[in-house]
């Protein structure tokens, strides 16, 4: 099993920036992609930002140019490094992870971190 634990969540006004970082523990030799997700009041869980552990790297359309994605891969960490934050970037950020044990692969979640960006 592997687990993730979120921190750097918090308040920000329009136009700042914040750093969430994700560390895994665990059976992490197993670890192929990590990521962020998100999902705010009344919405569905969206894409943020995903690493492969190749290093190729997806973004939602909405943070192109403003967030990015960081991978260790000896520490096991992902960080998203959020600027020109905006007030519908509010939500709560979950970090994820997708863990191989065969023959499957499992979405791993974190417990998720408060982002809020007030206007």
């Known amino acids: 099993q592997v687990q993730l634990v979120e921190s750097g969540g918090g308040l920000v006004q329009a136009g700042g920036s914040l750093r969430l970082s994700c560390a895994a523990s665990?059976?992490?030799?197993?670890?192929?992609?990590m990521g962020w997700y998100r999902q705010a009041p009344g919405k569905q869980r969206e894409l943020v930002a995903v690493?492969?552990?190749?290093?190729?790297?997806e973004y939602a359309d909405s943070v192109k140019g403003r967030f990015t994605i960081f991978r260790d891969n000896a520490k096991i960490t992902v960080d998203l490094q959020m600027n020109s934050l905006k007030p519908e970037d509010t939500a709560v950020y979950y970090c994820?992870?997708?863990?191989?044990?065969?023959?499957?692969?499992?979405?791993?979640w974190g417990q998720g971190t408060q982002v809020t960006v007030s206007s």
């Open positions: 690493m492969s552990s190749g290093g190729s790297t």
């Open positions: 994820s992870a997708k863990w191989y044990s065969h023959p499957l692969y499992y979405d791993i």
């Open positions: 665990g059976s992490t030799a197993s670890i192929n992609a």
